[in-house]
């Protein structure tokens, strides 16, 4: 039972370019949703969070979107950089578990 | 300021051995947490811990594996006995009170593989 799904193994995106990375749950109790980074051989890398009591949080490059009432939500990079090239995972908590999607493989071409 | 530290990194066991995975926490987090890690797919929940308490072990197979985290000392994950499908990448992460509001973070993992 996948409560956290990421349907695109991978992405590939033109530097300077958007990426938009998606992530739906079906569990309507989560209220706290997490992205994060994860490089090969290193663990993941906290990037940008939002409560559900919020519909967007942006930091820097980095934006998150939540639909609710979709149950959806989704990471904007603008614009894109080589170094974002890497495995991007959305989590989801009601508590302090996290709740993992499987990851997509961002690939940003130069 | 350190941060999470796993050892090590890399282990190696054949079937029937234990493995033991370390976790330092970052300095001032009391709390600590394992997820798995299987190829191909999103970390798993493993063990939600304190100092000298188990909080949830819900996500923990119930037998062969178990988990400390003492007063002094790293947080150990132990696994007795192991077989190929113990075969992950285990992730430790700490956070300096009870997260779910607050970022767990993460150390680089512990891969094991068995033989």
């Known amino acids: 039972d996948q409560q956290v799904k990421q349907n695109s193994p991978s992405l590939s995106v033109q530097e300077g370019r958007i990426s938009i990375l998606n992530c739906d749950y079906t569990n309507s109790m989560f209220d706290y949703f997490l992205w994060y980074k994860k490089y090969p051989a290193e663990g993941p890398t906290f990037l940008i969070s939002?409560?559900?009591i919020k519909d967007k949080n942006e930091d820097g490059r980095f934006t998150v979107f939540l639909n609710k009432s979709a149950k959806h939500l989704s990471l904007h990079i603008v614009p894109s950089q080589p170094g974002d090239s890497a495995v991007y995972f959305c989590?989801?908590?009601?508590?302090?578990?996290?709740?993992w999607g499987a990851g997509t493989k961002l690939i940003i071409k130069p | 300021n350190a941060g999470v530290m796993q050892n090590p990194r890399h282990l190696v066991r054949r079937r029937g051995q234990e493995a033991r995975l370390r976790c330092s926490p970052m300095k001032g987090h009391s709390h600590v947490y394992w997820y798995r890690q299987l190829p191909e797919e999103g970390l798993k929940f493993m063990v939600y811990?304190?100092?000298?308490?188990?909080?949830?072990e819900s996500g923990m197979p119930k037998e062969r594996f178990s988990a400390e985290f003492p007063k002094e000392g790293p947080s150990i994950l132990r696994i007795q006995q192991v077989v190929r499908g113990d075969s992950a990448a285990y992730f430790c992460?700490?956070?300096?009170?009870?997260?779910?509001?607050?970022?767990?973070?993460f150390g680089p993992g512990t891969r094991l593989l068995v033989l």
């Open positions: 989590a989801a908590s009601d508590n302090y578990q996290l709740i």
């Open positions: 811990l304190q100092k000298e308490n188990i909080i949830d």
């Open positions: 992460a700490s956070s300096p009170s009870r997260a779910g509001r607050e970022t767990q973070y």
């Open positions: 939002i409560s559900s």
